[in-house]
């Protein structure tokens, strides 16, 4: 399994982005999928999964209402739609497969994830 993220870049707050995960590997589109990211000085904290069984959404209470996670798996992919977006969202995002096929996702912890993609870079700053 292979992840890719992207669409990172520097917008102003309240501006919107949209982060891709493209992925790759056999029964892909039946693992749990999570967002994390991880600011300067700061652990890597957990945003938003999706999981791989039924599809069901999980979001950090950080960005509740503001990000909305989801996935085409005609196509592979995985998206975060980032809006209302906040200096405090700031950090290096990546993208993460669950080691476990059609499981339910978690954002508490990142033991069950053993697939990783590159991480890309939000800014929010005027």
């Known amino acids: 399994v292979q992840l890719q993220a992207s669409g990172g870049g520097l917008v102003q707050p309240g501006g919107s982005l949209r982060l891709s995960c493209t992925t790759s590997?056999?029964?892909?589109?039946?693992?749990?999928i999570g967002w994390f990211r991880q600011a300067p000085g700061k652990e890597r904290e957990g945003v938003s999964c999706?999981?791989?069984?039924?599809?069901?959404?999980y979001y950090a209470d950080s960005v509740k209402g503001r990000f909305t996670i989801s996935r085409d798996k005609g196509n592979h992919q995985v998206y975060l739609q980032m809006n209302s977006l906040k200096s405090d969202d700031t950090a290096v995002y990546y993208c993460?497969?669950?080691?476990?096929?059609?499981?339910?996702?978690?954002?508490?912890?990142?033991?069950?994830?053993?697939?990783w993609g590159q991480g890309t870079l939000v800014t929010v700053s005027s």
């Open positions: 590997g056999t029964y892909v589109d039946y693992y749990s």
């Open positions: 999706i999981s791989g069984s039924d599809g069901n959404t």
């Open positions: 993460a497969a669950d080691t476990r096929i059609l499981g339910q996702c978690t954002i508490t912890s990142t033991g069950t994830y053993g697939y």
